[in-house]
C-alpha cells in the first residue's frame, strides 16, 4: 500500500492548533440536524486531538452557497449537536478566515474546539485559489483531513492547504483508505465485484478499470439490461441503454482477455408495472417478452450463481443494487445477496466493501451495512477511487 501520512507521524501536539477537515454537510430541516451520521465519523479524530492537547479548529461545508454568504446554509446549527455528541464545548466562528476565525483560535484553551464558518462562503475555496488556502493555512500549525467524501475535489481547503502544512489523514480518513486498500489496492483473491443501477454509459470508466482487477464482476440492475440486449437477449420494455450494445459488448471482450469472469443475469423477475406487491414471474434469459414486460430484479438462478461466487471469493467490492430494492418485492435479489455477504464478513472469511449512494441505501435495507467490513458513504469520492482516478485530497497526503 502506499503510505499516507496519519496521526501516528504526528508528535507534540500540545498546545498547537490543528486544522481538520470534516465533511459537515449533513442533512438539515426547520435548522435541525436530521442525522448526524457525518457528526460521529468525526468524533474519534477531534477526540484524539483533545486528548493530545491541541487546539482543534474544524473547516467544513454546507450546501452549494457559491462563494456568497448565504445565512440558511451556515453551520452554526450543527454546533448543539456536535456538543451534545462530544460532550464538551464548541465554539463557533463566523468566518473561517480573518479576524473571526483568529481571535476564536486564540481563546480556546489545550483540548478546546472551534467549528469554523462554511469555507463555501468565499468563492476561493472551490477555486482552489492559492491566497485563501495559505490565509487557512496561516490560522493553524497541522492540518488534518479527515472528510474522504470531499477529497476528489480539488479545493482550498481539501487540496491546497495541505501544501502548507504538515498534513495527515485523520481517523475515519485513514480506515477508508485502509478498507479500499484491502479491496482493490493490495486485495486478498479472488475478488468479486458487483455493479448495479440504472446506466452503463454513468459507470464506463468503472468497468473498464475493474475488468482489469477483478476475478469476477456481476453486473445487475438496468445496466444488465444493457449487457443482456447487447447479446441479443429479449428484455421487453426494460430500462436499457440500447444505443450502449456496442460499448457492453466492448467491455464483454476486455474482460475476457483480461481474465475476468463477468456474471450477467441467467434469469430475472418480471412485471408489467413498479409498484409494490406487484404481479411478478421468473424468466429464463432467453424467453419472449412482452413489450409490457419490465426486468425489475435477479432471478433466483441467477442469485443462487451469486452466492456460489460470494462463497468462493476472499474479497467482495459493491456498487449498486441488483433490482428496484425501494419496491417490493423486487428487492429480494439484493437484500439476499447482501445478507449472505454480510454472514461471511461476519465470519471473517470475507472482506466485503460497499459504497456510493444508492449501495447504502440498499445495504441499510438489507440490514447488514454494520455486519459488513467497510460501508463507504463517501459517494462520488467512492466512485472515482473505484474508476482507478487520483483523489486530490488524498494524494495531498502521501509520504
Not at 456474471?263 to 408495472?273: G, M, N, Q, R, S
Request: hydrophobic share 45%; glycine share 10%.
Amino acid at each position: 500500500m502506499t503510505r499516507f501520512r496519519t496521526l501516528d507521524d504526528a508528535h507534540d501536539l500540545a498546545g498547537k492548533t490543528a486544522l481538520v477537515r470534516v465533511d459537515f454537510n449533513v442533512p438539515m430541516e426547520d435548522g435541525k440536524v436530521t442525522d448526524d451520521t457525518r457528526l460521529r465519523v468525526a468524533l474519534p479524530t477531534i477526540q484524539r486531538l483533545r486528548d493530545a492537547g491541541a487546539k482543534v479548529a474544524l473547516l467544513a461545508h454546507f450546501d452549494r452557497p457559491k462563494g456568497q454568504r448565504v445565512p440558511s446554509m451556515s453551520l452554526k446549527p450543527v454546533v448543539d449537536d456536535l456538543e451534545n455528541l462530544l460532550g464538551a464545548p464548541v465554539r463557533f466562528a463566523d468566518d473561517c478566515i480573518g479576524p473571526d476565525a483568529v481571535d476564536a483560535i486564540r481563546d480556546l484553551d489545550a483540548g478546546g474546539v472551534v467549528l469554523l464558518e462554511n469555507v463555501r462562503f468565499h468563492a476561493a475555496e472551490e477555486a482552489n485559489d492559492p491566497v485563501f488556502a495559505q490565509k487557512l493555512a496561516d490560522l493553524g500549525d497541522l492540518y488534518v483531513n479527515d472528510a474522504f467524501s470531499a477529497a476528489h475535489r480539488a479545493h482550498a481547503s481539501t487540496e491546497g492547504i495541505a501544501h502548507h502544512l504538515p498534513a495527515y489523514a485523520g481517523e475515519s480518513m485513514r480506515r477508508e483508505l485502509d478498507a479500499l486498500d484491502a479491496a482493490l489496492g493490495n486485495p486478498q483473491k479472488p475478488v468479486l465485484g458487483i455493479v448495479g443501477g440504472a446506466k452503463v454509459s454513468t459507470k464506463l470508466d468503472l468497468l473498464k478499470n475493474l475488468v482489469g482487477k477483478l476475478d469476477r464482476l456481476a453486473i445487475g440492475g438496468g445496466m444488465a439490461n444493457t449487457f443482456l440486449f447487447a447479446q441479443g437477449i429479449d428484455i421487453g420494455g426494460s430500462l436499457a441503454e440500447r444505443d450502449m450494445a456496442d460499448t457492453a459488448r466492448e467491455i464483454m471482450a476486455e474482460a475476457e482477455a483480461k481474465g475476468c469472469k463477468l456474471l450477467l443475469p441467467v434469469d430475472f423477475v418480471v412485471a408489467t408495472e413498479v409498484k409494490p406487491g406487484a404481479a411478478s414471474r421468473p424468466v429464463i434469459a432467453g424467453a419472449a417478452l412482452s413489450a409490457d414486460d419490465k426486468i425489475l430484479d435477479a432471478g433466483p438462478a441467477t442469485v443462487a450463481r451469486l452466492l456460489e461466487a460470494l462463497t468462493a471469493s476472499k474479497t467482495l467490492i459493491w456498487n449498486g443494487p441488483l433490482g428496484v430494492f425501494e419496491v417490493p418485492p423486487f428487492d429480494a435479489a439484493t437484500v439476499t445477496v447482501a445478507r449472505h455477504a454480510a454472514a461471511l464478513a461476519k465470519a471473517g472469511l470475507l472482506v466485503a466493501v460497499g459504497g456510493g449512494g444508492d449501495t447504502v441505501s440498499a445495504l441499510n435495507h438489507a440490514g447488514v451495512s454494520d455486519d459488513m467490513t467497510f460501508v463507504s458513504t463517501a459517494g462520488g469520492a467512492f466512485l472515482e477511487w473505484m474508476e482507478g482516478k487520483p483523489l486530490p485530497g488524498v494524494e495531498a497526503l502521501r509520504v
